[in-house]
């Protein structure tokens, strides 16, 4: 049987559902949510107590132009993405996250971005 894209979806959407029940973010811990789109990848820290986003960084931003320009692949944009994160957030003085893949597999730029993001020193 084919799986086609709407499937696909539709199990990734009950996937984040069932993770969304067991993780929450804080102020002190906020929640490392990640969206990879086919062209880019974006990741935020989110306050789910308060239900504000702290702090967003994807591949399109105007600050990492130049490294993505230079990427040999999207598992290298996954990684630069990553470093920026982890920079941003031990700016602002946060040092532990909880990581949500929103439903997506932790391998490829998923796992990529999460590596990176653990190399500049946070912690989850």
Do not use: N, W
Not at 18 to 47: F, W
Not at 61 to 67: F, N, T
Not at 80 to 100: M, N
Not at 108 to 115: E, N, Q, Y
Request: charged share 35%; with cysteine.
């Amino acid at each position: 049987m084919k799986k086609t894209t709407s499937y696909r979806r539709l199990r990734r959407e009950r996937i984040k559902k069932r993770i969304h029940k067991r993780i929450q973010g804080t102020s002190e811990c906020p929640r490392l949510a990640v969206y990879r789109s086919l062209r880019a990848i974006y990741g935020q820290l989110v306050d789910d107590t308060t239900q504000r986003t702290l702090f967003t960084i994807s591949s399109l931003s105007r600050s990492l132009a130049g490294d993505v320009k230079k990427a040999k692949g999207k598992i290298e944009v996954a990684k630069i993405v990553g470093r920026a994160l982890g920079e941003e957030a031990k700016k602002r003085k946060i040092e532990r996250v909880v990581f949500d893949r929103s439903g997506y597999l932790y391998h490829g730029r998923v796992k990529a971005l999460a590596d990176a993001t653990r190399e500049a020193g946070l912690k989850f």
